[in-house]
């Protein structure tokens, strides 16, 4: 049996979810598990087990460790960067770099639906339906997320800011409320994220640098250092043990 397995399974369309996911540590483990959570440009909604709360999680700035005890059990569902903030009620810098509980932001609707989720057969059905539900009710995310990402991914902020009509004061405050921080940030994320696919992938890591944008493959590693709070060649390595040994099996 694996003593910790991760599993991310296709999100329905609307809420803006990029994934639903579970991760469980087996009773018999014998040691906790820890999981280095890196910056995505995420947040997510993840159910915990143990004592039946819901947490939000990010965006995150930097590294975040997140520890599993034997038998625990989490559910999450993830949002795509920028789609959560409506369906949260609140601006997604106002989770940045935390981890509140839900109820903060959802009064007593997060405690029935962790009840919910508690006596569920399927948990994972229960916290989606109730995000997709939520929805529905919400706020549409703000229209500039979508070309946002695609603009800041090939050019500067101004020319994104001008090519969406904006002022650059006006697109920070309204890249802060959907995202959580600021363009520059959102583009340097965004652009970690896409180096950390390729490195995984198995392309050389000196084309990794060239392909994403990084001026050499040591502007790489300190930025995969400032933002992972680890070297590369460590992630690259722990991704590469965790694969032989079958221990955390993501899908």
Known sequence: ?????????PAPAGAG??????????????EPYEQRVVPDGCVDLIWWSRDARIQVAGPDTGPMLARLDPGDRLIGVRFRPGMAAPILGVPADAV???RPPLRDLWGPEADRLGEALASAGDPAQVLTRAVLRRSTE???????????LRDLAGRPVSEAADALGLGERQLR?????AFGYGPKTVQRVLRFQKALGLAYAGRPLADVAYATGYSDQAHLA????????????????????????????PV
């Open 1 to 9: 049996m694996k003593a910790s397995r991760y599993l991310e399974l």
């Open 17 to 30: 979810l990029a994934c639903v996911w579970r991760h469980e540590l087996a009773a018999g483990a014998g």
């Open 96 to 98: 940045r770099d935390a």
């Open 138 to 148: 919400s706020e549409p995310a703000d229209p500039i997320v979508q070309p946002l």
């Open 173 to 177: 405050r309204r890249v802060l409320a």
């Open 222 to 249: 300190h930025e995969v250092r400032e933002l992972a709070g680890a070297p590369l060649t460590a992630l690259l390595e722990k991704a590469a043990s965790l694969e032989r040994a079958a221990d955390l099996t």
